[in-house]
């Protein structure tokens, strides 16, 4: 149980179609990444965000964009699908403080997406 | 790009053999870390390794940091059924990238009783 909650779990869209993923980090945590895991392989950076800006992102193009709530819960929103985007999208989210800390990510259970 | 080559990618073993995973990279990490993933699930920490040359333990798991940085191992003594997932190593380059990881493409292990 890592504190972080994604929702929704499953979701089913079709090609062109725009999908919303929220995330709720662990309390405490300031700054929350998404990334993008297809199936058989290890997750990819998408962005980061830091105290409600983007701090960092992946390769991965613009119809990606996300969103940092001041409660420091998340949104990534993905436009105009494609078949590719099909994947688990998973949040995770780190502690505020940085003494000692060394990256390390507590992750949520990840949002499924096909699109179709 | 930073990348990280895992192997092997897939492993299936008896219970009770030992195993190791090899994470390599031509780049330098700042630190690395080892994630367990099962289906359904994110993955969820293992250990992190800092220092050149570092050695860790957690019970039947010894994770191993190279001297310079860009290579990893996981060994596994005694493999048991419940070891049984997907396991990834994590580069974090630190700096401007830091708490950005790259991730291998992982290795899932299957222990048969």
């Known amino acids: 149980e890592t504190g972080v909650t994604q929702s929704p779990t499953h979701l089913i869209k079709t090609r062109g179609q725009q999908v919303t993923l929220r995330c709720s980090s662990q309390?405490?945590?300031?700054?929350v990444s998404w990334y993008q895991q297809a199936l058989g392989q290890g997750p990819q950076f998408i962005f980061q965000?830091?105290?409600?800006?983007?701090?960092g992102r992946g390769n991965f193009p613009p119809r990606f964009s996300g969103l940092q709530f001041p409660n420091y819960s998340s949104e990534l929103n993905v436009n105009a699908l494609e078949l590719d985007d099909s994947a688990l999208y998973l949040c995770?989210?780190?502690?505020?403080?940085?003494?000692?800390?060394?990256?390390?990510?507590?992750f949520g259970e990840g949002s499924r997406l096909t699109v179709l | 790009t930073q990348l990280l080559e895992q192997s092997p990618q897939f492993l299936s073993i008896q219970e009770g053999e030992n195993l190791t995973v090899y994470c390599n990279s031509s780049?330098?990490?700042?630190?690395l870390q080892w994630y367990r993933q099962e289906p359904g699930e994110g993955p969820v920490l293992l250990v992190t390794?800092?220092?050149?040359?570092e050695v860790k333990k957690l019970k039947r798991l010894t994770f191993q940091f190279g001297d310079a940085r860009k290579d990893s191992s996981l060994h596994i003594t005694a493999a048991q059924p419940g070891d049984t997932g997907l396991y990834l190593c994590?580069?974090?380059?630190?700096?401007?990238?830091?708490?950005?990881?790259?991730f291998g493409q992982g290795t899932i292990l299957t222990v048969h009783p």
């Open positions: 780049s330098v990490f700042s630190s």
């Open positions: 995770a989210s780190r502690p505020v403080t940085w003494t000692g800390n060394t990256g390390e990510l507590f």
């Open positions: 994590a580069g974090d380059a630190g700096g401007t990238s830091y708490g950005k990881l790259t």
């Open positions: 309390s405490g945590h300031n700054t």
């Open positions: 965000y830091y105290r409600e800006e983007e701090n």
């Open positions: 390794v800092v220092t050149g040359g």
